[in-house]
């Protein structure tokens, strides 16, 4: 890899899997496993831009297998403008070389991420400025694709939704700051609430910390990386090694990130 990129996700797939790409631009891509080059374990592999028609500006935001397009199971998608949308993976059934559009879009907003989920789980979004609202999923309608969806979580001017996770079981939440500092809390300290309210406080920032960049529900024998933006540092920890704290605490520094430099991101 090159010194700057990181590992995020590995699929055991089959060649007639299929493998769904989501983008920003809320426009859903798919290839057969097979479509993809094969390689050796040491080759540098095939850039995305190679292998899907991919707009100027558009980035993948999601990506994951899947081997049939179930009616029982749901995409859920949400946006840094704080909607979310359920879909029916049958939805996706059949698309063009050129993509789908899975989600109409306000103008500004971007896709953050995409889950997939049974319809009946909990569903946690968090945002840049240090709130996180946990809701029970079947609190939102499954509709079409070329739907707006509804509101997930209210947002304060110049806010942003930075993730979303569907709670499978009670892990904890770590979360990171743009100026090296995290906490890791147990999922089960927040309640569920109706969706699209402002939530509650993940942590109380400050121009010491920055702003949150990205939470993510992990497990005591996880490990972590950090990726600074300007310098392209990376450092790996072990969550176990990070202190569970409460929901009202202050968090810890992880990282020390060079003056004029700040994390970028989470794996």
């Keep these: 890899m090159k010194e700057e990129d990181f590992l995020e996700h590995i699929f055991n797939t089959t060649t007639h899997h299929y493998l769904l790409f989501f983008t920003n631009k809320a ?104 709130q996180a609202i946990r809701f029970p999923e079947n609190q939102i309608r499954p509709t079409g694709r070329k739907t707006r969806g509804v509101r997930g979580i209210r947002l304060r001017s110049k806010d942003e939704v930075v993730s979303m996770m569907r709670i499978m079981k009670e892990s904890d939440l770590l979360i990171v700051t743009s100026l090296g500092y995290g906490k890791r809390t147990a999922i089960s300290s927040f309640s569920p609430q109706r969706r699209g309210g402002k939530g509650v406080k993940l942590i109380s920032l400050t121009s010491k910390k920055g702003e949150i960049v990205s939470a993510k529900a992990v497990e005591a024998d996880d490990e972590v990386m950090l990726i600074t933006k300007k310098e392209g540092t990376i450092i790996r920890l072990k969550v176990s090694g990070i202190s569970l704290q409460g929901r009202t605490a202050q968090g810890i520094t992880l990282i020390k990130v060079a003056p004029g430099d700040e994390l970028t991101s989470m794996a």
Excluded at 60 to 81: G, H, Y
């Design 27 to 130: 426009k859903v891509y798919r290839l057969k496993v097979y479509e993809i080059p094969e390689a050796s374990r040491q080759a540098k592999g095939t850039a995305l831009i190679n292998l899907l028609n991919l707009a100027e500006g558009e980035k993948v935001s999601a990506i994951f297998p899947t081997k049939e397009f179930k009616t029982d199971e749901f995409l859920l998608v949400a946006t840094k403008k704080g909607i979310v949308n359920k879909t029916s993976l049958a939805y996706f059934v059949n698309i063009r070389k050129g993509g789908l559009q899975a989600l109409v879009l306000d103008e500004g907003d971007e896709l953050i991420d995409v889950r997939l989920t049974t319809g009946n789980l909990d569903i946690m979004l968090a945002n840049k400025l240090g």
